[in-house]
C-alpha cells in the first residue's frame, strides 16, 4: 500500500486479501482509498463491502486492471 497516494495494489492476490488490505487501508485513510485489482470476483467483494460499509464506489476499468475509488 502506498500511504502517500492512499493506493491499495491487490493485483494478483486471491481473496480474502484484497478485502483485508481494504479495511486496513480506510483504518488509516477513513475518508477513502483507490484499490486496484484484476479479478471479478475481488473487484465485486470489495464493491459489496465498501458500500456496506457506507462508501460510494467509482469502478474504472484500463485493460485488464480494475480501479475501485471508495469515498464517503
Known amino acids: 500500500m502506498n500511504d502517500e497516494k492512499k493506493l491499495v495494489d491487490a493485483r494478483g492476490l ?3 486479501q484484497p478485502i483485508l488490505l481494504t ?3 480506510l483504518q488509516l485513510f477513513p475518508e477513502g482509498v483507490e484499490i486496484l485489482v484484476d ?3 475481488a ?3 470489495i464493491e459489496r463491502f ?3 460499509s457506507g462508501y460510494k464506489v467509482e469502478v474504472r476499468e484500463d485493460d ?3 480501479r475501485l ?3 464517503r
Open 14 to 16: 486471491s481473496c480474502p
Open 23 to 25: 479495511k486496513k487501508a
Open 39 to 41: 479479478s471479478n470476483i
Open 64 to 66: 485488464e486492471t480494475f
Open 43 to 45: 473487484k465485486g467483494n
Open 69 to 71: 475509488f471508495l469515498r
Open 50 to 52: 465498501a458500500k456496506n
